[in-house]
């Protein structure tokens, strides 16, 4: 039986992949790789779209005919039917791992919370926090080498808006009990602390594992065109966090700050 299914939300680049790595390692727990199943087959009005990019996403694990969907309706199916279709077959597979707990992660999830609460029971939200000086200047360097992999570079105006609109989606929900925050500068100074507090918001106990074990799991939720990712590979350190005064000009620097939000997380933790 089915305990808990996780979402790992958060603006792209904010640490989710590492994350997902590490909850993934943990015994009880099944993670799948980025999947996008929500984020390419929703409109805003209910409907779902063609299932091509899903299809590209989920082959590694699942395919569409797995889950009781003909390709050639598919784009008529109701957004219910769709979802609980994917979450059967998530089930399914983490069942036959022997493991009671799945977790998916896909950033821009976190624009559809509302749709997966109401169409995916015991759902639990997991979001990472990370600077948005870092999350940025990130995005902008990520965005300009792999342009092809992100659909074109994006600008630092872009990049800025992304973190400010995704900050502020995160906030939204911290008043909901199903819903847990990370914050990346904690996750790389006090492991531990921070894993151990993401355990207990799911209810199980934390593994020494998930320490240990997390470079095996991102290794096997890493894609092949995700070159960008491979430092989650190497050991936790806020070494990671440098790109904002490594990548960008004090020009820049100080635009960014300018023009970033100016959000008070201290209370998540």
């Not at 080498?145 to 872009?158: M, S, V, Y």
């Not at 996750?187 to 470079?215: F, G, H, Q, W």
Request: aromatic share 10%; net charge positive.
């Amino acid at each position: 039986m089915i305990q808990s299914r996780i979402f790992v939300v958060g603006c792209p680049r904010s640490g989710t992949t590492l994350l997902q790595s590490l909850i993934g390692a943990h015994p009880s727990v099944f993670a799948f790789p980025e999947t996008h199943f929500l984020f390419p087959i929703i409109r805003k009005w209910g409907f779902t779209l063609p299932f091509v990019r899903s299809r590209r996403h989920l082959k590694s694990f699942v395919q569409l005919e797995q889950v009781g969907i003909d390709p050639k309706v598919a784009k008529w199916m109701s957004v219910k039917d769709y979802v609980q279709a994917f979450i059967q077959a998530f089930d399914e597979i983490t069942l036959q791992q022997d493991r009671a707990i799945w977790s998916e992660k896909t950033p821009r999830h976190l624009l559809y919370i509302d749709t997966i609460e109401r169409n995916v029971a015991a759902a639990k939200f997991i979001h990472i926090i990370r600077d948005g000086r870092d999350v940025v200047a990130s995005l902008f360097k990520v965005t300009s080498e792999h342009p092809k992999e992100w659909g074109g570079a994006r600008t630092l105006d872009q990049c800025i808006a992304m973190w400010n609109g995704d900050i502020s989606l995160s906030l939204r929900h911290k008043v909901k009990p199903n819903h847990h925050y990370v914050l990346y500068s904690d996750l790389v100074a006090k492991p531990i602390d921070t894993l151990s507090s993401v355990c207990e918001s799911i209810r199980i106990k934390y593994s020494e594992k998930m320490l240990a074990n997390y470079p095996m799991v991102a290794e096997r939720l890493i894609g092949s065109n995700e070159s960008w990712k491979i430092e989650t590979l190497s050991s936790i350190s806020p070494s990671h966090s440098r790109n904002f005064l490594t990548y960008l000009t004090q020009d820049q620097q100080d635009y960014v700050c300018r023009r970033l939000k100016n959000h008070d997380t201290s209370s998540l933790t």
